[in-house]
């Protein structure tokens, strides 16, 4: 166990372990053993817990080992700051957030590193109603992370709060969902991967529930993710995609390591561009609300815009890990980031086995291929690149390579979350920090295949151009 000792601030005699990872995107996430541990576990509780009061939190974890050991940390600082605790053990994070709704409690901590690589650790926090924490209780935790802790070291026994084993959590989220879903009218095949984490206890009995026949693939929980990485990415789909195929499936859904992203493949083998899925969903919804305020992360696609305006919503762009937080400031009907959803009318967190549920209640209803449920939204070509800085990126430098090269073409800027510029002809590049790894992230969209790969191209090199050595 680590020593925290050294962490006692001398003259108050009260004790808050240091932390070596920023609070940020509703919590913490990095390297296990080198920016995410027991002491930034621990701290993170600790400044939670004096930011909210004392109350009933809920807790669950992912399929990391290291997730399981954080978890019993959490519990444990928990308890000692007077809090009472419902361990739901291993769950996807939607079901944390329905749950900590429908339970009413105080808030909750999903020990998970969702989609980062397997070495990685992360504690994410919920407020009531199964919210993220939003950008002003971040910075209020911040404050507190800074400072000592308002509790001393030891303390009555009767004052410590208890855990409760919860093992009803995940029935609770299937019953509500199952009950709120549509009745089908085809059984589709469908293959469900979930990543080797925390969802193959819930999406393939969900959807068999629902009918359908289910085929799965890395749905043991494991901490390796040996199936393939959590991710789930065109290139980390390839095995999948042809394994879908090869078996006839009408269509395939998958997941990351907490299930609140969701990536479908087609009955071709193709896998679905993220805003094909997000405009479908918006689709689906729209059939029911009619119109409304719609959110969309900074590098969400254009298509996924114009779908919105069409159809007479007013669209809000919001950066990266916050448009729940503009969906319920605005009153919104949708929000979408890539491969995540968020629908008001169910919750404000993101839930890849709810729209997962959705979409495939959609195409059974009218009797639907997923690729003939595509067919209607604009084609635009989007590529990604994930970029490893050996320095801190220098915005201001992105920007001027940005408007030097493409003088005359500009649109317009960006900045919400990194720097994004918008062409006139209607393409966009973006280079931004990656909040969940020590990553740059370059993204960039046109309608034309050709002109998306040179602004592929273009982008990378400004990138990698404007890292500062440190």
């Known amino acids: 166990m680590e020593n925290l000792q050294e962490e006692v601030d001398q003259e108050t005699g009260l004790a808050r372990p240091k932390i070596r990872v920023k609070f940020g995107t509703a919590g913490i996430r990095g390297i296990y053993g080198q920016e995410v541990s027991l002491r930034e576990t621990i701290s993170v509780c600790f400044a939670v817990n004096e930011l909210l009061g004392e109350g009933r939190f809920g807790l669950g974890y992912d399929s990391r080992k290291t997730s399981a050991i954080l978890a019993i940390i959490a519990s444990a600082a928990m308890n000692w700051c007077g809090s009472d605790v419902e361990n739901y053990g291993l769950i996807p994070t939607p079901v944390l957030a329905y749950n900590i709704k429908a339970s009413k409690l105080h808030a909750g901590f999903s020990i998970t590193a969702s989609h980062n690589p397997p070495e990685y650790a992360g504690v994410k926090v919920f407020g009531t109603d199964g919210i993220e924490f939003s950008l002003e209780a971040e910075h209020k935790v911040e404050q507190l992370l800074s400072g000592p802790t308002s509790r001393k070291e030891g303390g009555e026994l009767a004052n410590f709060g208890s855990t409760f084993e919860n093992e009803e959590a995940i029935f609770s989220y299937c019953e509500a969902l199952l009950k709120r879903a549509p009745q089908g009218k085809k059984s589709f095949k469908i293959l469900v991967d979930c990543a080797n984490g925390a969802a193959g206890r819930v999406t393939p009995g969900i959807l068999h529930e629902l009918g359908h026949e289910i085929v799965t ?84 696609s254009s298509a996924l815009e114009k779908t919105a305006r069409d159809a007479g919503c007013t669209v809000q762009r919001s950066r990266l890990g916050k448009t729940f937080e503009e969906l319920y400031r605005h009153r919104g009907i949708y929000a979408s980031e890539p ?46 690149r994930n970029l490893l800085p050996t320095g801190a990126l220098d915005l201001e430098c992105v920007r001027s390579q940005m408007a030097e090269k493409y003088s005359g073409q500009v649109e317009g800027f960006v900045e919400l979350d990194g720097v994004k510029l918008n062409l006139k002809g209607g393409g966009w590049l973006m280079v931004r920090s990656s909040g969940t790894e020590k990553k740059v992230r370059v993204y960039v969209e046109s309608p034309d295949e050709a002109e998306a790969r040179e602004l592929l191209d273009s982008a990378v090199k400004i990138a990698t151009s404007s890292v500062k050595q440190t």
Do not use: C
Not at 233 to 246: C, F, G, I, Q
Not at 355 to 363: C, D, E, K, P
């Open 217 to 300: 693939v890395n749905a043991h929980p494991s901490e390796k993710f040996p199936g393939r990485m959590p991710e789930p990415m065109p290139e980390t789909l390839v095995e999948v995609a042809s394994l879908s195929k090869a078996i006839g499936a009408d269509f395939t859904v998958a997941h990351d390591g907490d299930a609140d992203r969701l990536v479908m493949i087609d009955e071709r083998g193709s896998v679905v561009p993220d805003y094909m899925l997000s405009a479908l969903v918006l689709k689906i919804i729209l059939e029911r609300v009619k119109r409304g305020n719609v959110i969309i992360s900074v590098n969400s």
């Open 339 to 384: 491969s995540k959803i968020v629908d008001p009318r169910w919750g404000y967190w993101e839930d890849g086995i709810y729209a997962s549920v959705l979409v495939t209640q959609y195409l059974s209803e009218n009797h639907l291929s997923l690729s003939k449920a595509l067919e209607w939204i604009p084609v635009y070509h989007s590529f990604q």
